[in-house]
């Protein structure tokens, strides 16, 4: 019987070691295959999530770089049309300057210059320097083919030479050969700076005439530096990285890694360097890795933490590959890691649950002789059934085990509910973990200055970020969730609603095509509009539209400057009226036979270019003004005024007889003899025609009216320049009284002079006006300078250099009218001194003209003897002073002759 009981005791313990071992195993399996289905979806959708994530941010970096890329070729397709037609003239210098100032000023200051090649070698345009300002550049014949640089003066045209550039011949270059041969805007190869150590970009357009020749190359440059600060600028925030690639030679363009993308060899040329040079093993494996499979989104083995992604970008001749490289950590916010962590715990619950079972597994079998009725009382439930059999033989350790095992199963029925507790809590750690990640995405959102919401398949809005609202002007999500975003902001100009239909965004999402806008407004908060550009994603779920996202920005700066150059191309920016290229067209308009009779003015602003070189641009520019202020008060609403050049006015006047066109021009000329600007009287020679039957040409008409002007400024010409110079001289001597007493005395003394040496009268004529306006230069001086009472070293240097001026001034005005042009050349040497130390030109002796050695002596005694102010010389003090200068300061023979008058006849006075 005892070896009957240790038998059945051996194979108690084989099949307690039998159940065991099954247990664990099955045990094993089933929650092994259940956890790993479970985790192994977790995990997938967690990746999905991240991968769109990273691909909508990254589209985002790549829609950034397309449009910083096209500011130059967008720069160039506004302005060439300008040069094209003519709008801005290259051979007027001061035009030419401020259009490309202008626009280089303008414009984003990552661009480095904007300049225009052309056929024949000349290059014009404007640059950024190193200290970020701009200078002109002009290089012509009259620079000998060299490009000089020059500072911007305060009315954006040229000002001080700043330096030589040297030799540069635009059709040599890259971009200008890039532009002429592909016959439309384009992109150049990438090269090196003309007066930097930097590589450039550069957008082309070529420019035609009228007639379809080809005239040079408009050209707007970036350098690669500008690209590289703008990469690290986009990316910053998003702690991605971006690099930029020629397609065809794997050379770098640009890059946010702050690597170089070139090197300077000690010869000085610029070797370009390949992304291979840059310290980035995994960037460079990545290349390598699309470069043999074309992947364009993918993970490496090694770092899967980061996501690459590859766009082919092509824009006008670019062929490039952008790689934007971003570390899953900022999207994921430890979704993976809260997986792992929850996997872990998974299997050391496991592991747990597996060392208590086999535990109770030796306690669980109890003995068999009351199995059936145990088991009636388990089923009953009834887990604690009484011992029966104490034996220790093989049946009461069975019964034991029986007992132990409902035990267990009773503690294992009552753990259920704890189990359960736990993993409720596993799950909310889950889904706090899945809110973090929501709250991550919507930071995201909120950190870009791009507006962004979106919509539910009715247009109700769904989400929204930051800078959305602020657009919008509302200040909590709640006032734009569930709200129909179409009603709120989408409406015509005048508040009217826009009908569902006709709004893109709404097509967008009903035909699934993203849409983009840029001509639209969306409506605020306050009941204000802003200009807006926007694009509209259909958003997919299941291959179903479930809705749209909608991105969008505040266009309105890029609508006024669109603005502004529109106006510009119809304008005159200095007058406000209407240019050449708009009137062409309106004389096409109102060429009808229900306009007739059709009258055209053709005016020619008199006094402009002396104006320009005595007085300066401003007083130029203000005359300008003057002249078109008063044709338009003399013109009717109606009627067409132009500026069609620098100094030439047309006015175009339907329904208007030739009778009527005459009142016109009586009035403006009488309005225009009542202004004066400075010391110039406003005076516009004036003409016209008439058309009058449906077969005349307008064009001849207005050649015509064109041709009559030029006969009035003819016939006039001697009454206008005697006015003018007449308005100069009296507005000197009423701001200056004393300059006309000195300009009387010394064209008497002069007469005098002249008469004692016997000169023939035409000559004596001409020395006394000469005499008279010998300081009519002395206009351009300050009025408080001129009236100064102290006349004996009473003026500072800087005051007697302004002084020294007017000899020149008053050879430039002189120089302008043929009545007075004989009288320059004394007038600019009249401070010339005979041993050679006057000015402006230092001559000496006999190189001194005769008229200027004579007003020298002339003026020198009339201010000894001016005793206007109670002091003075006495006219022998005055004669002895001009005797010690003779042979240094003055001529001797014009000396003797001046005491010989002095002398004889005590004219001299």
Not at 101 to 125: P, R
Not at 332 to 348: D, M, P, Q, R
Not at 483 to 488: A, G, L, Y
Request: charged share 30%; aromatic share 8%; glycine share 6%.
């Amino acid at each position: 019987m005892q070896n009957m009981g240790k038998m059945n005791d051996e194979k108690y313990i084989s099949i307690k070691t039998v159940v065991i071992i099954l247990f664990i195993v099955l045990t094993s399996a089933t929650v092994g295959t259940i956890g790993f289905i479970v985790f192994s979806n977790w995990l997938s959708s967690s990746y999905k999530v991240i991968t769109r994530m990273a691909k909508e941010m990254n589209n985002k970096i790549f829609n950034l770089v397309d449009t910083f890329i096209d500011i130059p070729l967008y720069i160039n397709i506004v302005n060439h049309g300008l040069i094209e037609n003519e709008i801005v003239k290259l051979d007027n210098s001061t035009d030419r300057e401020r259009f490309f100032v202008e626009v280089l000023k303008t414009n984003s200051e990552d661009i480095d210059s904007f300049a225009y090649g052309t056929e024949t070698g000349e290059y014009y345009g404007a640059r950024r320097n190193e200290n970020n300002k701009i200078e002109i550049i002009i290089n012509n014949t009259d620079t000998n083919g060299h490009s000089w640089h020059y500072s911007v003066t305060d009315d954006l045209t040229a000002g001080q030479l700043l330096f030589d550039a040297g030799k540069f011949d635009p059709r040599t270059r890259d971009w200008y050969i890039s532009a002429k041969e592909a016959g439309k805007p384009v992109f150049s190869p990438v090269y090196k700076h003309f007066a930097k150590d930097e590589l450039v970009l550069s957008a082309s357009t070529p420019v035609y005439n009228s007639t379809g020749e080809f005239r040079g190359v408009l050209t707007c440059h970036i350098t690669l530096a500008k690209i590289d600060s703008y990469l690290r600028k986009i990316t910053k925030d998003k702690n991605a990285i971006a690099v930029i690639i020629e397609r065809s030679s794997g050379k770098l363009i640009a890059n946010s890694l702050n690597a170089k993308n070139y090197k300077i060899l000690e010869d000085g040329t610029i070797k370009r360097l390949t992304i291979e040079d840059i310290d980035n093993k995994a960037l460079i494996k990545a290349y390598k890795n699309h470069e043999i499979t074309y992947d364009n989104i993918f993970r490496l083995k090694n770092d899967k933490h980061v996501l690459y992604i590859m766009f082919d970008y092509k824009n006008h001749g670019l062929d490039w590959l952008l790689i934007i490289a971003t570390p899953e950590k900022l999207l994921a916010s430890g979704i993976i890691e809260n997986i792992k962590l929850a996997l872990i715990l998974t299997v050391l619950c496991l592991i747990l649950s597996i060392i208590i079972c086999s535990k109770r597994i030796s306690k669980i079998l109890k003995p068999i002789d009351n199995l059936i009725d145990t088991t009636i009382k388990f089923a009953q439930g009834d887990l604690s059934p009484k011992e029966i059999n104490k034996r220790n033989n093989g049946i009461g350790i069975r019964f034991k085990f029986l007992k132990n095992m409902l035990h267990t199963i009773s503690t294992f029925a009552n753990n259920i509910e704890s189990k359960v507790k736990e993993r409720a809590k596993e799950l909310e750690e889950t889904i706090r973990a899945l809110k973090e990640s929501k709250d991550q995405l919507h930071l995201i959102l909120d950190s870009t200055d791009v507006a962004i919401y979106g919509v539910d398949i009715n247009g109700n809005c769904t989400f929204c970020n930051a800078s959305c609202l602020k657009l919008l002007g509302y200040s909590h999500i709640d006032e734009l969730i569930g709200k129909n975003m179409h009603s709120i902001i989408y409406r015509h100009k005048d508040g009217t609603p826009m009908p569902l239909e006709k709004c893109k965004i709404y097509r967008s999402y009903k035909e699934g095509k993203a849409i983009h806008a840029n001509d639209e407004i969306f409506w605020r908060a306050d009941g204000t509009y802003f200009n807006v550009e926007y694009h509209s994603y259909p958003q997919f779920k299941d291959g179903k539209i479930v809705g749209a996202v909608v991105t969008f920005t505040d266009n309105t700066e890029r609508k006024k400057n669109e603005d502004y150059v529109k106006y510009l191309s119809y304008h005159d920016s200095l007058t406000g009226l209407y240019n050449r290229m708009f009137l062409s067209q309106e004389l096409e308009r109102v060429d009808t036979p229900e306009n007739l009779p059709i009258s055209i003015i053709f005016g020619d602003v008199n006094g402009l270019k002396l104006t320009n070189d005595i007085f300066g641009h401003a007083a130029g520019d203000a005359l300008l003004k003057k002249t078109a202020e008063i044709l338009k008060k003399a013109c009717r609403e109606k009627d067409t005024i132009a500026r069609v050049g620098g100094d030439e006015f047309t006015i175009l006047l339907p329904k208007t007889k030739a009778i009527d066109a005459e009142k016109i021009i009586r009035r403006v000329k009488k309005e225009l003899s009542k202004e004066q600007i400075g010391a110039i009287r406003c005076y516009m020679s004036m003409g016209y025609d008439t058309k009058t039957t449906e077969d005349q040409d307008i064009e001849s008409v207005m050649k015509n009216a064109e041709d009559y002007m030029y006969k009035d400024k003819t016939l006039n010409r001697k009454i206008v320049d005697s006015n003018m110079l007449k308005t100069i001289i009296n507005t000197l001597h009423h701001r200056c009284p004393r300059e006309k007493r000195h300009s009387i005395r010394v064209s008497d003394i002069c007469q005098k002079i002249g008469r004692a040496m016997k000169l023939p009268e035409t000559e004596i004529v001409k020395l006394k006006k000469a005499g008279f306006f010998h300081d009519i230069g002395k206009i351009v001086i300050r009025e408080e300078l001129l009236n100064k009472k102290d006349k004996i070293n009473t003026l500072t240097e800087e005051e007697d250099k302004e002084f020294l001026q007017h000899v020149i001034a008053g050879y430039r005005i002189l120089s302008l009218f043929n009545d007075t042009m004989d009288l320059a050349e004394p007038v600019l040497a009249h401070h010339e001194k005979w041993n050679g130390t006057g000015y402006p030109k230092g001559l000496k002796g006999n190189e001194i003209p005769k008229l200027a050695r004579i007003i020298a002596v002339a003026e020198c005694y009339e201010v000894l003897t001016d005793t206007i102010d109670g002091y003075g010389y006495s006219k022998d003090e005055a004669c002895e002073v001009i005797k010690k200068q003779s042979g240094t300061n003055f001529d001797p023979i014009i000396v003797e002759f001046f005491l010989k008058a002095y002398d004889n006849t005590g004219a001299i006075k």
